[in-house]
């Protein structure tokens, strides 16, 4: 076969040739049949150096086979007795000596060894190796598919905010605004939560007013004019984005299935106005829907816009500057211009706003933030600006302007456009941190740097973010900042300068004024204190999902492919997350293996020693399981107080140990407070109370009340013993002698017997109640001994007030009885014959049911003795009191009134609105008086201060008193003339005053003008005078009060000008008494 060949040799070729290279048939080298290739070397000895590359070999014999970038060597394969194979830049020469990857025989103790990672000073820092014998990891081990929710490990990071929250994600827009370290935004405004790049996202956007009553057709088609053709128009709950509801238009034989809306106020010439919508279409050509901007003044068609895509939702907008000159009204349209039944386009979240560019959808119904100005979705809505930004005055860690990375994925809809802020690092007098997006709807992200409000570095590039959502980075480090977007570099500032002073606050989605709003969706929000690398930022958009957060970089991960929790084990313990967000509480369990362990944020930092387990975290309102292997203890635990714990005796208690709790132990059940025991059940037997004191015992067949080992109240088989049994004296409840009293003695000087019974303390002016079981009686004590019986109940039932003698119902003792109260029935005072003190009742009273009285009477027939009742303020005596009611029937007290009530004065005479009557006063019935009647003997005064003022009593009278035989006209017109009221017209004798009827007339034909006069002096001309009268005049009064004197009689005079003649009638309707 032929070949080629290259061959050398010392003497001649015949004798001495060595084929050096052969390209063609290689059997003639390797006695190989049908091997064909390429070979080069000196000879095919195993000594020699050779390679073969053919259709059956591929060898390199004692060659080193090496690949070079540029000068520099990076991968490399050794034969030699110490073979190895190496990757790196620059490439490792041996084990553990460079980074990259090395796997080959050392030359130190001939074992076999390799490892990839970071090397320094021969020791490995990330990755792992194996020397002979171990196998060594510098970093995470991933265990499982891990493909679904987990991202790349970004370490500690200072803040991770993911913005997740409750699903629907278009009905419910309320989420998570705290950082996973536990940050607290501060948060204002229209700041709600929309669907996300993973699960929801944060919306932020400035204030506006959309002008659409009914935006998300919520209220059927409520302001919506319909045109239908022939196709259907109608409201469907079964796509709807925004809401519950959206518009269905299918298309019909006829062309233009449309709904508009009259904006409700006007355009005014130089305003921009801006409407948008979300479209859905299903068939016929893309551009068959579309919205329009109709002017309605001028009867023409300003801005029509249509959808790209099919099958999904999207937002489409327009605008229109009005350059008419003058105002006009405006009309949205939402159409379907198809003639194809199978064309049909939903629409749903319309808006139209008076601004130059358009923001995010937005109505009264979407949250905090926003409202409606009338009727929910039947009016104009408005929303606040959204204002999100974290103070770092306190000290929290958000930022790192020396060195750090900010992530974010936001939201492109290449319809919002101008000047978007996504995150503003402020801190003061004009420095900071900013990254922008720019004012195209391309949204071109770059970053500033200003220091002093200088600004030092603008980032430059040109790439530009497509439509849906992208990934943001940007790290910096002194001297260098760099803009990343979708993973690819975008952007720099080479001699990035660090702002000068101390951060303030971290804003999102708009600079610290509250301007250059972002206007749109912001998701997954990673702050790192460190800068990645280009290749971890590309790993991180790649990954296209969360990224992880852990504080250990030296774990394994057993992660699913479904859940969003995973295990981690490392060189302290296995531990297991419900999240890889690293937020507060995510963490589930910890087996610790290592001493001093702190567990971080997840599981709220608490520190464990080897062979502790915790389910759960630690925190305020967490409830967490923990065993505590150097304690032998399993705790239930809220936050780190132990609500039930197991020791290692098999001891439970429920409750904190150093207060209330309780304990069970093996043969007890314990409630303590401390090391106190209140309550202890042991072998059926509960004690209550802490046994050395006085306690409680209930047994099976008792129940006792005990002082130390006394026992002071027994309850057995239903019967009952209070007191002391053990010396005698004691009182037994029992079935069958009811309740009696053991024991006798002398008690305080007085001798009790077996079944007397006393309740209270017998001592000096002790009250107490006396049972006296053989005289049968209740007595009532007091005195200075305490055993002055005053008042006693009788074997009859009768309640009597009594002074103490050998015979408790003596008639003859005197008594004195302070307070006396009754619910019913009679109580009975007995005032002896022979006695010589005054009754005097401080206070008396009754509280009275029906039928039941308060009777008080003598039996005395001493007529200078008498029964007083003095009702009184206590604490001021009668003299000056606040209120008083004395009552003497008879008798010659100093107080010689039968009812006084008011206030006394030192004199006992009428003080300012008092009642006091001389003689006597009858309420109701006695004797003479009717029933019902008020009666008293004497005036009835009363006082202004000290004035006095004489009152009486009106009779009226239903026939009047007249007379028939005094005649007023026959009396003198000069002087007066005495009228003897209770002789000539029957009036009772000495009446105060009388109620009148006079009538005049003047017969004669003389001029003259008349008066008449009445009152109680012979004065003439004063009293009460009546009105006058002229010629043939006539005129009647009724009603006048006219006083009299003393003897009740009135005076009477006629007053004339002149000569006439008169009739007088006077009639009397009433007097005073």
């Not at 690819?488 to 500032?493: A, F, H, Y």
Request: glycine letters at 12%; hydrophobic letters at 35%; one cysteine or more.
């Amino acid at each position: 076969s032929p070949y080629t060949q290259i061959v050398s040799w010392t003497v001649h070729p015949h004798s001495g040739k060595v084929v050096n290279n052969r390209l063609g048939n290689l059997y003639g080298i390797f006695a190989s049949f049908g091997e064909y290739g390429m070979y080069a070397g000196t000879g095919v000895t195993d000594d020699s150096n050779y390679l073969r590359i053919s259709n059956q070999f591929i060898e390199a014999h004692n060659l080193p086979v090496r690949l070079y970038s540029s000068s520099s060597r990076v991968m490399a394969l050794e034969p030699s007795s110490y073979p190895y194979m190496a990757i790196g830049y620059p490439i490792p020469t041996g084990y553990l000596s460079q980074n990259g990857v090395w796997f080959g025989k050392s030359n130190v103790d001939d074992t076999y060894k390799m490892y990839v990672g970071t090397v320094s000073g021969s020791a490995l820092l990330k990755g792992w190796s194996w020397d002979g014998s171990n196998l060594y990891i510098r970093g995470n081990v991933v265990v499982g598919d891990g493909a679904i929710g987990y991202g790349i490990n970004v370490g500690d990071a200072y803040l991770v905010n993911r913005f997740d929250g409750p699903q629907p994600y278009e009905s419910d827009y309320t989420g998570d605004l705290i950082g996973h370290k536990g940050q607290v935004p501060i948060v204002s405004g229209g700041t709600i939560f929309r669907s996300g790049k993973f699960g929801k996202a944060l919306q932020l956007a400035e204030g506006f007013q959309n002008e659409i009553d009914n935006p998300s057709f919520e209220v059927n088609l409520t302001g919506w004019t319909i045109s239908l053709g022939s196709g259907s128009l109608l409201v469907d709950t079964t796509k709807s984005l925004v809401g519950q509801s959206c518009l269905k238009i299918i298309a019909g034989s006829a062309t233009n299935v449309s709904a508009y809306t009259l904006l409700s106020r006007s355009i005014a010439d130089g305003e921009t106005i801006c409407f948008s919508g979300h479209i859905w279409q299903s068939g016929g050509s893309i551009a068959f829907g579309d919205m329009y901007l109709y002017d309605v003044t001028n009867t023409t068609t300003r801005s029509i816009v249509y959808p790209t895509i099919q099958n999904q939702w999207q937002r489409i907008s327009g605008s229109w500057l009005n350059d008419t000159g003058d105002s006009v009204n405006v009309r949205i349209y939402v159409r379907n211009r198809n003639m194809d039944s199978s064309t049909i386009v939903w629409f749903d979240g319309i808006q139209a706003e008076v601004n130059s560019y358009v923001t995010p959808y937005g109505d009264g119904s979407l949250g905090v933030g926003h409202a409606w100005s009338g009727t929910a979705h039947n009016s104009v809505s408005t929303r606040a600006n959204a204002v999100f930004n974290y103070s770092t005055i306190s000290g929290s860690n958000i930022i790192n302007l020396n060195s750090g990375t900010f992530m974010c994925w936001y939201y492109n809809d290449n319809i919002n456009t101008g000047v978007k802020r996504l995150a503003t690092a402020y801190i003061g007098a004009g420095d900071h941190l900013s990254i922008f997006a720019s004012s195209s709807a391309a949204f071109t992200p770059y970053a500033v740097g200003s220091s002093g409000s200088t600004s030092v570095g603008t980032s430059s590039g040109a790439t530009t973010a497509g439509s849906g959502w992208n990934h943001l980075a940007v790290t910096w480090t002194t001297g260098s900042l760099i803009v990343y977007l979708n993973g690819v570099q975008s952007g720099t500032i080479a001699n990035y300068v660090v702002p000068m002073g101390v951060l303030e606050t971290f804003w999102l989605g708009q600079t610290q004024a509250s301007t250059a709003f972002l206007n749109g969706l912001i998701d997954e929000v990673v702050i790192l204190p460190t800068a990645l690398s280009s290749q971890e930022i590309k790993s991180v958009y790649q990954s296209n999902v969360p990224v992880i957060v852990t504080t250990s970089v030296n774990s394994i991960y057993l992660r699913g492919t479904r859940e969003t929790g995973y295990i981690r084990g490392n060189a302290y313990g296995l531990l297991g997350y419900s999240s890889t967000s690293g937020s507060n509480n995510t963490g589930s369990f910890a087996l610790i293996t290592s001493d001093g362990v702190n567990l971080g944020t997840e599981f709220g930092s608490p520190s464990l020693n080897a062979g502790d387990i915790l389910f759960g975290s630690v925190g305020t309102n967490q409830v967490n399981l923990l065993y505590d292997r150097s304690e032998g203890t399993l705790s239930l635990r809220n936050d780190t107080t132990s609500l039930i714990n197991l020791n290692a005796s098999g001891y439970i208690t429920v409750g904190n140990i150093s207060t209330e709790h309780i304990f069970i132990d093996s043969g007890s059940v314990q409630i303590k407070d401390g090391a106190s025991v209140y309550t202890n059940l042991v072998g059926g037997v509960l004690t209550l109370g802490v046994s050395s004191n006085d306690h409680l015992i209930v047994s099976s067949s008792a129940v006792y009340i005990k002082a130390g080992d006394n026992i002071y109240t027994n309850l057995t088989s239903g019967s009952l013993i209070l007191g002391l049994a053990s010396s005698g004296e004691y009182i037994s409840i029992d079935p069958n002698n009811g309740l009696r009293m053991y024991g006798s003695g002398n008690l305080n000087g007085q001798w009790l017997n077996n079944g007397d019974i006393t309740l209270g303390y017998v001592a000096t002016n002790k009250a107490n109640v006396f049972w006296d079981v053989s005289e049968g009686t209740m007595s009532f004590r007091g005195g200075t001994d305490g055993i002055v019986s005053n008042s006693y109940i009788g074997i009859d039932g009768s309640f009597n007030f009594v002074s103490d003698t050998s015979t408790p119902s003596d008639p003859t003792a005197p008594y004195n009885i302070n307070f006396v109260e009754s619910v019913g029935g009679t109580i009975v005072a007995h005032l002896g014959t022979g006695h010589s003190t005054t009754a005097n009742y401080t206070i008396l009273r009754n509280k009275s049911s029906i039928n039941s009285y308060l009777q008080l009477f003598s039996e005395t027939t001493d007529s200078s003795k008498y029964t007083s009742v003095e009702i009184r303020a206590l604490d001021s005596g009668i003299v000056g009191g606040d209120t008083s009611i004395i009552v003497h029937p008879n008798g010659t007290e100093i107080w010689n009134h039968g009812l006084y009530i008011g206030e006394g004065l030192a004199s006992h005479s009428p003080g300012l609105g008092n009642i006091w009557a001389d003689g006597g006063i009858y309420l109701g019935r006695q004797v003479d008086p009717g029933i019902g009647n008020l009666h008293f003997t004497g005036s009835l005064i009363s006082y202004k201060g000290t004035t006095e003022y004489t009152g009486y009593i009106f009779v009226p009278l239903t026939v009047p008193l007249i007379s028939t035989s005094w005649d007023g006209d026959s009396f003198s017109t000069t002087a007066k003339t005495l009228i003897d009221l209770s002789t000539v017209f029957g009036a009772p004798a000495g009446i105060k005053a009388v109620k009148v009827y006079v009538g005049v007339r003047d017969s004669d034909s003389a001029g003259t003008d008349t008066y008449l006069v009445l009152g109680p002096t012979n004065d003439s001309g004063s009293g009460i005078p009546f009105s006058p009268l002229t010629v043939n005049d006539r005129w009647y009064r009724g009603g006048d009060d006219i006083p009299c004197d003393s003897n009740g009689d009135i005076y009477y005079q006629i007053g004339a000008s002149g000569v006439g003649t008169f009739d007088v009638i006077l009639q009397i309707w009433g007097y005073y008494i």
